[in-house]
Structures are given as structure tokens and as C-alpha cells.
């Protein structure tokens, strides 16, 4: 066994809170092994004045740890999976995906109490295009308007009065013990969340057996089961922050998975919603499923008409 491992993270407040959750979590379970993190600023964290969708996308999350681990300079990577593209390069995997924090959408405001509450014309702050389709869906006549940043950097400029309210993950803000910031919460009917979200993933080189294998203890496989098919989803229909699109998956009786998605045009306008249970052995499956109804129902022309802009 190794005597030391390093973890490459984000220098961000929130993975650093998830990058020594799991290093404490290592720690505890091999007391005679070294584990350090490493700290770098990714090129997402850097570029703040423009959306992610229009600089990349979820990748640049992510590009440079992995480029840590190619180099040898670090081991691993823990990310928020939601961050994470739908296909990793073929030299990495998922070594483990942890317990789900609340999945849910979270509404922040000093002003109004929920998301129905404010009067028209409110300014609302995401970056998320799969938040804004849902949120113009439900109120076509409030103003979204793009907030990128921490989750510190977000609350500050709510804080001044750039916002009238801001919606973020409700496991960011209760991980950095920040929940009482919440005002309310939007169900899973009216903000079906990011794939992953609430989930922290472990990255690691595909042939590095030995760390899969002392990983093994920190990986949940009902949460497995969900993001799996959540993942599918996000694959076939184009897998990034790019997309307006959305799928979340909970476990049901009898080993069996019950899967919500949408796709939507940015407006909300054309907005396309289905649900699907199946057995959860057939997580993947019932992800493209689900993805693929949503196409044919008129999906397929909302993604092409993006993906021309």
C-alpha cells in the first residue's frame, strides 16, 4: 500500500470543504498513510465576466486536476459532480461517488421569503441555464441575469444589492454551513436539479487499481444507481451547462428507480418534462430512455436550434 496520497482540488471554499472531507475520511481509515491536498485555480474559477456556457462549459472545472493527476503530481481529484462533464477521458473513472447531500435547488434572498413571492420584474441571479429555463418556465416575467463566482462571491453580491434573489445548491451552502441563508427550497416538481447534484465524486487514473480499491469504503451504490442514470440522460442529449436540460433520479420500492428530466428551450417556452421508472440494474438504460422520448417530443429541435446560435 502506499504511504501518501495527494488530492488535487479547486481553491474555492466549497472544494476545499469537500477535498478534506475525503481527506479526513482517508485519514481515519489508513492511519499510516501520508494524505495532503493540493490547491490549483482552475480556468472556471478564473473567468467570471461571461457565462461557463459560453467559455467552455463544465470542463474547465475539471481540465486541470486531471492534468495534476497525468503529471503524477497528484493522485486524485474530488469534484461536486455536478461540475463534471457527462464523458470523462478514457484514461480516468469514477472511483467512488459519495452519500447525497440535499439535491435541491435552493432560493436566497434578503427580500422575499420564495421564488412565488417576488413581484414581477425581479432580478434573479444563476448560472445555470437549466435553472433559468425552469425558473422563465414557471415566471416568464422575471429577469435572470447571469452570476458567476463561490458561492461566498454569489451571496456577496446579493448581499449589495446586485440581486433581488440567487439560486444555488442547497449542498454548497449546507456543507459550508451556510444554511441558514435559505429562504425556501424549490421542490424537485419545479427544479428538477443538475445531474449529480449533491454528489461528490472521486476521479482517479483508470489503471490505478490499488487507490480504486482503498477508495472502495466511501463509494454509496444506491446513489451510484441515480447518477448512473441521470448521466445517461445527460450524455445522449449533450451533457453540459450548455444544454437547458435536466434529470433526477430516486430510489423507489421494490430495487427500482423513479427518473424526472427535462429539456427546454433558454426561454422556457418550449418546455418538455417526463418521468419513467424501471429496475434500478437498469439505471443507464432507463437515463437514454427518458433522454430520448424528450427528443422525439420536441428536444431534439430546442438542442439544434442552441447549439446554431
Not at 82 to 108: I, N, Q, S
Not at 280 to 302: H, P, Q, T
Request: proline content about 3%; charged content about 30%; glycine content about 8%.
Amino acid at each position: 500500500m502506499r504511504n501518501k496520497i495527494v488530492i488535487g482540488t479547486r481553491k474555492s471554499v466549497l472544494a476545499l470543504w469537500q477535498a478534506e472531507y475525503v481527506a479526513d475520511r482517508l485519514r481515519k481509515a489508513y492511519p499510516d498513510v501520508t494524505v495532503e491536498l493540493l490547491p490549483v485555480s482552475t480556468r472556471g474559477d478564473e473567468i467570471l465576466n461571461m457565462p461557463l456556457a459560453q467559455i467552455g462549459g463544465k470542463g474547465l472545472f475539471i481540465q486541470e486536476l486531471e492534468y495534476l493527476i497525468r503529471e503524477g503530481k497528484a493522485d486524485m481529484a474530488v469534484h461536486s459532480l455536478k461540475d463534471m462533464p457527462a464523458d470523462l477521458p478514457p484514461d480516468f473513472a469514477l472511483a467512488a461517488v459519495t452519500d447525497r447531500e440535499d439535491p435541491r435547488d435552493a432560493f436566497v434572498s434578503l427580500k422575499y421569503r420564495s421564488f412565488e413571492e417576488m413581484p414581477a420584474g425581479s432580478k434573479v441571479g444563476t448560472s445555470s441555464l437549466r435553472r433559468q429555463s425552469q425558473l422563465l418556465h414557471r415566471r416568464s416575467d422575471l429577469r435572470i441575469e447571469s452570476l458567476r463566482g463561490n458561492v461566498q462571491t454569489r451571496l456577496r453580491k446579493l448581499d449589495e444589492g446586485q440581486y433581488d434573489a440567487v439560486i444555488l445548491a442547497a449542498a454548497g451552502l449546507k456543507r459550508l454551513g451556510l444554511g441558514d441563508r435559505i429562504r425556501s427550497y424549490l421542490s424537485i416538481d419545479d427544479s428538477i436539479p443538475a445531474a449529480g447534484q449533491g454528489v461528490m465524486a472521486i476521479e482517479v487514473r483508470k489503471d490505478d487499481a490499488e487507490l480504486q480499491q482503498m477508495l472502495a469504503f466511501l463509494h454509496n451504490e444506491t446513489v451510484a444507481s441515480c447518477i448512473a442514470a441521470e448521466r445517461a440522460f445527460l450524455g445522449r442529449v449533450g451533457g453540459d451547462c450548455k444544454v437547458p436540460a435536466g434529470a433526477f433520479a430516486q430510489e423507489a420500492e421494490g430495487g427500482r428507480l423513479r427518473v424526472d428530466a427535462f429539456i427546454s428551450s433558454e426561454d422556457g417556452q418550449r418546455f418538455y418534462r417526463r418521468s419513467i421508472s424501471g429496475n434500478a440494474a437498469e439505471a443507464e438504460s432507463l437515463g437514454a430512455s427518458i433522454a430520448d422520448s424528450l427528443l422525439d417530443d420536441g428536444g431534439r429541435e430546442v438542442l439544434e436550434e442552441i447549439a446554431i446560435q
